[in-house]
């Protein structure tokens, strides 16, 4: 098993829906959680960065972290076109910093 | 405030040649990682600098790839002899510090014939 899970899609949402990605992880020492979104043929991008269990909201883009559960969540409002790409999920733990990225979710939003 | 700068940004070779990538980082960032990413996968860590010293190298195959990171800035990834396996993208990323956020560079899309 994989110490962070993530669904790869693809996801396919039509333009201006609310887009809700996850994942899971098995690692209780993390406390560190971090989504990237990745365009084809790029570099990862950071889009938000958490620490522990909470909510934390950037613009369109609301992560959430839920630590009893062992489970990060991104949502999207207001999709849009640009916001096709492929979504990463990241953790860590303080000490290590190593980051552990799940496989990527590939999002697709339809004009 | 320039990224990190990666080069070349695609390379192909043919199995058991050499290959080398190289990585600027950010500005003042003293911690520098490369990763590897296979198709339809996250990246994994090869390996962690701080400044000059190599300070996780657990998941880097030491028979056929080596690194090094000469001034605490730049930094060179090798792999000789390539095989098939290897292709893959090499992403380099910088951060601060070992807590910083991470900063991702394009990254090398590596294909070996």
């Known amino acids: 098993q994989k110490e962070v899970e993530q669904d790869p899609g693809p996801l396919s949402v039509p333009e201006g829906a609310i887009v809700s990605l996850n994942c899971t992880y098995s690692?209780?020492?993390?406390?560190?959680f971090m989504w990237y979104r990745q365009y084809s043929r790029k570099g990862p991008e950071l889009l938000m960065y958490?620490?522990?269990?909470g909510n934390k909201e950037d613009g369109r883009f609301t992560a959430q972290v839920d630590k009893s559960s062992k489970y990060i969540s991104l949502f999207i409002r207001d999709s849009q076109p640009s916001d096709s790409a492929t979504y990463l999920c990241a953790s860590t733990t303080s000490g290590t910093y190593k980051y552990i990225f799940g496989t990527g979710t590939r999002l697709k939003v339809l004009a | 405030e320039a990224g990190v700068v990666q080069s070349p940004r695609y390379k192909i070779i043919e199995k058991k040649q050499p290959v080398a990538f190289w990585c600027n980082p950010i500005s003042g960032h003293n911690t520098l990682y490369w990763y590897l990413q296979n198709l339809g996968q996250g990246p994994e860590l090869l390996i962690r600098y701080e400044n000059e010293e190599a300070v996780d190298d657990s998941q880097l195959p030491k028979d056929r790839f080596s690194a090094e990171r000469l001034k605490g800035v730049d930094s060179t990834l090798k792999i000789q002899p390539a095989e098939l396996g290897d292709s893959a993208v090499y992403l380099c990323a910088s951060s601060l510090s070992p807590e910083g956020t991470q900063y991702f560079g394009p990254g090398t899309r590596l294909t070996v014939l």
């Open positions: 690692n209780s020492a993390f406390q560190y």
């Open positions: 958490t620490y522990s269990s």
